[in-house]
């Protein structure tokens, strides 16, 4: 039952994407993926209630189905963060499931009798081949998790100098989809067909909720503009060896920079992003991020939630906002959420906002 509803939600999900207004190549892909697992999940149904010589037309599709999870995982990290693709490298990507079924082209031309008597000798006449595949199943797909990882880990690092909140820019999606893929990898190593393909349906209800939750995965609902910016940032090459900013005109940036946020407060702008203050104080945003870089020695996301976090501890005292709860006062300098307050605050003073007021005696209306 539980493989039926697994094929059932991605072929519908599949649909949610292909039918979406305004789909990215990152959809289509993710789209095309999912009916691509839904086949590979009905396969698997087939073989393992014995049922597959009824269906002889799809023998043998299978056996390559391996293969293309790691490519569209890492193809979809690279459309969704910002990097570009080509038919080269698609192609590339794709290269072992055309030589799969190149080489199993013999068999296809099989009838389908023939076909399910090979099937029921346990691939006789192809066994070499099985063997191959069985034994690159999974060096293939630690490879593509730890590519995605990689592209994540670099599009994160991108966005910390670029933007002030990450929340909302597919990284906790992203990072769910490879920890799912990983996962059922690891089944593959220590499990078995049963167990691996059960952890793909969890996979797809997974990928259902977690891509409900995020912004615009599979709904129609626009991102904002800051948003849409964040998502599309390309990764930014700065090489500071090389730069020509002297540290005369380093310095009077930073100093701007430093009186701008003492006296405007822009920190306070859950949306803030590096483009927006580089614009705020006529400079060039490559420019900027290698001020905060060198002089500040923090990322950008870094240097403005710390900003927030002093912010707080300024306000958080004062008698008038005692009546207030702690999650509004974190609003009120700037950040989006509670998680990102949460951790930042952690990140910055090594204990958890509650714990801070009770260290400063500090008594709001609510302290979460």
């Not at 797809?204 to 129609?220: D, M, S």
């Not at 020695?297 to 005292?317: A, G």
């Amino acid at each position: 039952m539980l493989h039926i509803i697994g094929i059932i939600i991605s072929l519908f999900l599949s649909l949610l994407l292909f039918t979406k207004k305004g789909k990215s190549d990152a959809d289509l892909v993710l789209a095309l993926w999912l009916f691509l697992i839904s086949f590979h999940l009905l396969s698997y149904y087939l073989l393992a209630s014995d049922q597959f010589s009824e269906f002889p037309y799809f023998l043998g599709l299978e056996i390559a189905m391996p293969f293309i999870h790691g490519p569209f995982l890492f193809l979809y990290t690279a459309l969704i963060t910002g990097k570009r693709v080509g038919r080269l490298h698609c192609f590339f990507h794709f290269l072992p499931v055309i030589l799969i079924y190149l080489t199993l082209s013999k068999f296809f031309l099989l009838t389908p009798a023939e076909k399910v008597l090979v099937y029921r000798s346990n691939g006789a006449g192809y066994t070499a081949l099985l063997k191959i595949v069985h034994f690159a199943i999974l060096p293939s797909g630690i490879a593509y998790i730890a590519g995605s990882l990689f592209l994540l880990k670099a599009h994160r690092r991108n966005l910390s100098n670029q933007a002030s909140y990450l929340e909302k820019i597919n990284l906790n999606w992203l990072r769910n989809l490879t920890i799912g893929m990983g996962v059922i990898w690891l089944s593959i190593l220590f499990g078995n067909d049963r167990s691996t393909f059960t952890f793909v349906d969890l996979f797809i209800l997974f990928i259902g909720y977690f891509g409900i939750k995020q912004v615009g995965i599979f709904t129609n609902r626009m991102l904002s503009p800051v948003e849409e910016k964040a998502k599309a940032v390309e990764p930014e090459k700065i090489k500071y060896e090389k730069s020509t900013l002297t540290e005369n005109t380093a310095q009077k940036i930073h100093a701007e920079l430093l009186a701008v946020m003492e006296a405007e407060k822009l920190f306070k702008d859950g949306e803030l992003t590096l483009g927006v203050l580089a614009k705020y104080l006529s400079v060039h945003p490559s420019v900027l991020s290698e001020v905060i870089n060198t002089m500040e020695r923090k990322s950008f996301y870094d240097y403005i939630n710390e900003l927030r976090i002093e912010e707080f501890k300024v306000i958080v005292v004062l008698p008038e906002n005692q009546q207030f709860t702690l999650l509004s006062l974190a609003y009120e300098v700037g950040f989006n959420s509670k998680t990102s307050f949460n951790r930042n605050f952690k990140n910055i003073t090594g204990c958890s906002p509650t714990a801070y007021l009770q260290q400063q005696k500090i008594q709001l209306q609510a302290a979460t």
